[in-house]
């Protein structure tokens, strides 16, 4: 059963950055594809970004993160992060890591961590 550990979120100001990270476990990690998913308040969690085991990355389909949101792996140390630049309140969600192999993505989620933008 694979396991989260999410970190990095906190308060900041818009305009700010952070950098989340997701350390996985119960899993051999670089045979896995990985992504980050959001939930706003009172809306559905939505995709983020992705990452497959080549390192070809995926954006959410829109202009509101591409070019500010950066995601990554580093199969060493079991962790994919997602770089988040030029933050806007519009990003205040609990971000969420997602697992996957092959074509299927696991239904298992961690506790999130809460990203807050706010001045």
């Known amino acids: 059963q694979v396991q989260f550990v999410e970190s990095g979120g906190g308060l900041v100001q818009p305009g700010g950055s952070l950098r989340l990270s997701c350390t996985t476990s119960?899993?051999?990690?670089?045979?896995?594809?990985l992504a980050w998913y959001r939930q706003a308040p009172e809306k559905q969690r939505e995709f983020v970004a992705s990452?497959?085991?080549?390192?070809?990355?995926?954006?959410k389909d829109s202009d509101s993160v591409k070019g500010r949101f950066t995601i990554s792996r580093d199969n060493a140390k079991n962790t994919v992060y997602l770089q988040m630049n030029s933050l806007k309140p519009e990003d205040t969600a609990v971000y969420y890591c997602?697992?996957?192999?092959?074509?299927?993505?696991?239904?298992?989620w961690g506790q999130g961590t809460q990203v807050t933008v706010s001045s």
């Open positions: 119960g899993i051999i990690f670089r045979h896995y594809n």
């Open positions: 997602r697992v996957g192999y092959g074509s299927a993505w696991s239904e298992s």
């Open positions: 990452i497959n085991t080549v390192g070809t990355t995926r954006y």
